[in-house]
Each structure stands twice: as C-alpha cells, then as structure tokens.
C-alpha cells in the first residue's frame, strides 16, 4: 500500500532549528501560521518545519487533553512512521487486529481480519487514549522545529492583509496577540473557525447525527487477536462503538439520530445507559462495568466547507469536513491531509510553475477520502447493508475491497474501486431484492436525520 505521498515522505529524523521571532516584534512573523495542535495540525506543522520553514502553531488547550476517536486504522502505521512516532504510539497502543458488526434484532456477529484485506502488508493497527496520542504528535511537531503554543485561542484570521495574513489569537489570561504569516494552514477541528468565519461551512444535509460517550472500567474483554476488535453494534437509533484500550478501560459511544436525541428526557447519564439497555448484546459486555468518566455529547455531526484551499490558505482534517465516525477514518485522514498540505505548501513556494498543479492534487485528495467513505456511511444502517455485512462473500474480491477501504487504504495504488463498484451494484440489488424493507427504512431515515432545531444537543 502507498500513502499517497511523494518520494519525500520518507521517515523523519531531528528536525533543524527554527529561530524564535524577535522579542518585542509587533506583530511577530512566520511563514507558515497553524491553527490547532491535533493530529491535522500536527502534522501539517511537524512536516513543514522538518522541511526548514518557519511555523507557529497555535493550540487553544493544553496537551494532553480528553479526545474521542480512540480508534486508528491500518492505513495510519505508514503515515506513524514518515512522522518519527511509530514506536511511542505502539507503546501505549492496544492492537487492533479487526472488527466485528453485530445486529441488536437478532444477535448474529460477522468479524473481519485486516490481514484479509488486499494488501496483505498492515494486518494491524492500533486502538489509542487520544490525550496522549495527541501529545506523542504535538510534541514531535516541537521537535522537529514548529514553534507550539498551547493555551492561546485564534479568534480571527485576516486574509486580506497586504504583506500576508494577520491571525488574531488570545492566552488564556486574556492576554491578545496578532501573528503575520505567508499562509494559514486550519487544522482548527470541528471549530472550523476559517470555515465558519468565510461562511464556507455547510450542514451535510445528507447524514446527520450526534454522539454520546464515555469510558467504562470493568467492561468485559475478549482473548487472543479479538481482545482489540473494534465492535460496532446496529440498534434502531444508530449504532454503537465498543473500542478496548491498553490500560483496560473501553470507550463506548452511541451515534444516533436528532431525532431520537430530541426524545430525550432526563439526564444525559441516564439516556445514555438507557440506550446500552435497549441493545442488548452491547449491554451483556457492560454487565458488570461501571462508569470511568462522565457522559458527554457532541451534535450537528456531520459538514463539509465548499472548498479546501484559497491562495493563502488551507482547510485539513475537520476543519474542512467530517461525516461520521463508524469506521474509525478520522485520524487517518486527518493525518493524511496534514502531509498533504506540508507537501502542498512546500511545492508551491519552492516551484510557483507547479502550483496550480500542486493545488489541484491536495483539493483531489482533500474530497476523496469523505466521498469514498460517505457512500458506505450513508447506507451502513439500512437493513440491505446489514445483510451484506453479516453475511459477506468474496465473488470478485469484494470483500477483499471492502476490507481495505475499512482499512483506509484508499490513497495509494491498490486496485480495490472495480471491487467495490461491484458491491455497490450488489447492494443495490439487494435494496431492489427486498424493496418495501428498504422503502420504510428511507422514509423512516428522512424522518429521523432531520436536525433537530438547537445548535447542539450537548449537556442539558
């Protein structure tokens, strides 16, 4: 499998030595201003100072900080390795050898081994505490020179600065501060601050839910290669994720839809557990758990910007989109999109004549990973999917395909899209085989993704 990457994305040593701005500077200068310090930011700002440029990133909190999307996919160990943090990540790494679905109607259970997948080479990855797989990667974007600032919030970005872009920030004692830089690269997650600031951001109005989470101790734990499956569980209001971690807690959370979020009553703890309740082998693994942390929620889950890039600017990882997280796809393509722009940004300043070129590969990127993805979340709860899930075939390697797309291996040169065009052909054979099922589950989706009218369905 290949990342996508060129030549130069080969594994990084120390980084050089990047002088600090002047003291005193008004207002300080970089060449490179990051805005976000997760894995997109990262590693956007770890590749770009390896390759000599001056860059600051800005991070709002301090690492290590709670995060959720603990689940990593094969296709991130190549992308672990070019960024020099392969071996402190399997370090405190549960190995994740496959996943498995299960139906909460009927109980049955299909697994599947990456090592099964069509490139044979990543029959692995890794389930992580994202508080300090963040820190391993922010910290390494420190060693390889980017200048890191945590606690210091970016408010607004000034794009049509004469001599570059002016990016506007505050510390948390409320000190201001104002950065000039070439380019802005947002990696700003889900606060999509450039998005929501250029009114670029759009509700996908395709697929929308929300998440509640927390972390259970005493959860039960399977042996052998299955103890890190990943397990996803399909109830009538979305579906369940059952992720183990190294230290013997297990992240478990529910994406649901609005409108079941807007029938709640009670407090969220209480609707949470509710919902383990009515899923009943999901609530057979919590039998003996207990709550390690607090239940939270996160709504409005699912966007996309219109557009990745401008002439001073980049949009990567969430910042420019996120749809669900059912097959674990954030981080990778977080990553991913941070050597993207890296690559990008050091293309178009090193040979202007390859620019427009340059820009047109990261938009292709950018939009390839959320299309290819989408078409399976969109339909991954309809009962024509479930079928094809719990009982999968491999007629023209389609579940080779599949495995490697649920891999992430979708960047590279493995010829899986002749596959899984034919499982789509499949599926929606399947959808025409039993079609007043999957009339009454389209309607009852329409019904039920519908947003809800609050801007979150968080907290209270």
């Not at 969220?268 to 039998?287: G, K, N, Q, T, V």
């Not at 997280?325 to 981080?331: A, D, K, L, Q, T």
Request: hydrophobic share 45%.
């Amino acid at each position: 499998m290949t990342t996508g990457m060129t030549p130069q994305a080969a594994s990084l040593g120390p980084g050089p030595d990047v002088d600090t701005p002047a003291s005193g500077a008004s207002p300080p200068c970089c060449e490179i201003l990051v805005i976000g310090g997760g894995p997109a930011g990262a590693t956007a700002a770890g590749m770009l100072a390896a390759r000599g440029y001056r860059v600051v990133l800005l991070e709002k909190a301090h690492h290590p900080r709670f995060h959720i999307g603990e689940s990593l996919l094969p296709a991130n160990l190549p992308l672990l390795e070019i960024f020099g943090v392969a071996a402190e990540v399997r370090a405190i790494g549960m190995q994740k050898w496959g996943a498995e679905f299960i139906s909460a109607e009927d109980g049955r259970r299909q697994e599947f081994e990456f090592s099964f997948a069509w490139d044979k080479s990543l029959p692995f990855a890794f389930h992580v505490r994202r508080s300090e797989f963040d820190e391993i990667l922010i910290r390494r974007a420190a060693a390889l020179g980017a200048e890191v600032r945590e606690g210091c919030c970016v408010r607004r970005v000034d794009l049509a600065d004469g001599r570059g872009v002016r990016v506007f920030a505050v510390d948390e004692d409320g000190t201001p501060h104002c950065w000039r830089a070439d380019c802005v690269v947002d990696a700003s997650g889900r606060d999509t601050l450039l998005g929501t600031q250029l009114r670029a951001k759009r509700r996908n109005r395709r697929h929308s839910s929300a998440a509640i989470y927390a972390h259970f101790a005493g959860a039960f734990r399977d042996t052998g290669k299955r103890a890190g499956h990943i397990s996803i569980f399909w109830f009538d209001h979305g579906w369940f994720w059952y992720i183990p971690l190294a230290d013997g807690a297990t992240s478990v959370g529910a994406v649901v839809w609005p409108q079941y979020m807007k029938a709640r009553s009670g407090t969220l703890a209480d609707f949470f557990l509710a919902s383990i309740a009515s899923c009943p082998p999901l609530a057979e693994r919590l039998a003996g758990a207990s709550l390690l942390t607090e239940v939270e929620a996160t709504g409005n889950y699912s966007y996309c910007c219109d557009h990745t890039h401008a002439a001073n600017y980049f949009l990567i990882g969430d910042a420019y989109a996120f749809i669900d997280p059912v097959f674990s796809s954030g981080v990778m393509m977080a990553m991913q999109s941070g050597m993207a722009a890296a690559e990008t940004i050091d293309a178009c300043r090193k040979n202007p004549a390859t620019r427009s070129r340059a820009l047109k590969r990261f938009d292709r990127l950018m939009r390839h990973g959320p299309r290819q993805f989408s078409w399976f979340i969109y339909r991954v709860t309809t009962p024509a999917m479930r079928e094809l899930f719990l009982g999968p075939g491999n007629l023209l390697r389609m579940q080779e395909a599949l495995l490697s797309l649920l891999a992430g291996d979708i960047y590279g040169t493995t010829p899986i899209w002749p596959s899984l065009r034919a499982f789509k052909f499949l599926y929606y054979a399947v959808c025409i085989l039993h079609l007043p099922s999957t009339m009454r589950a389209a309607r009852r989706r329409r019904r039920d993704i519908r947003p809800l009218e609050s801007a979150s369905t968080a907290g209270g």
